[in-house]
């Protein structure tokens, strides 16, 4: 993106135009991952065959989870105050298994 450039100025919108889209985009933003639920082939294909759905949703539950463990581990050896950290083979380990999920998606 070209910070510069207007690009709705270059499309020759008129100035409601331009709020209506900006409102638009605005309101689409606040709504969040939901807006794609809009787009009726999108929402057709969900309903037809939930299963690669449900497959990605686990999965990303099952790496946030994951993330949120080593983090906490991390800050409960940082909490010891010792200023020394532990052996990292199991946050090693996690990461592994995170790097090699996202592989297979």
């Known amino acids: 993106m070209i910070p510069e450039r207007n690009l709705m100025a270059a499309c020759g919108l008129q100035n409601e135009q331009q709020r209506k889209w900006v409102a638009n985009i605005t309101d ?4 969040g991952p ?4 809009r787009l009726e082939k999108i929402l057709q294909a969900i309903i037809c065959h939930p299963e690669p759905l449900l497959w990605f949703s686990g999965r990303r539950i099952e790496l946030e989870m994951l993330m949120l463990k080593v983090i ?3 800050q409960a050896q940082r909490d010891m105050r010792t200023g020394i950290l532990p ?3 199991c946050e090693n380990a996690c990461m592994r298994y995170c790097a090699r999920s996202v592989n297979e998606s």
């Not at 689409?28 to 709504?31: G, I, K, R």
């Not at 939901?34 to 639920?37: A, G």
């Open 28 to 31: 689409m933003m606040d709504e």
């Open 87 to 89: 052996c990292r083979s």
């Open 34 to 37: 939901s807006v794609i639920l």
């Open 72 to 74: 906490n581990r991390v």
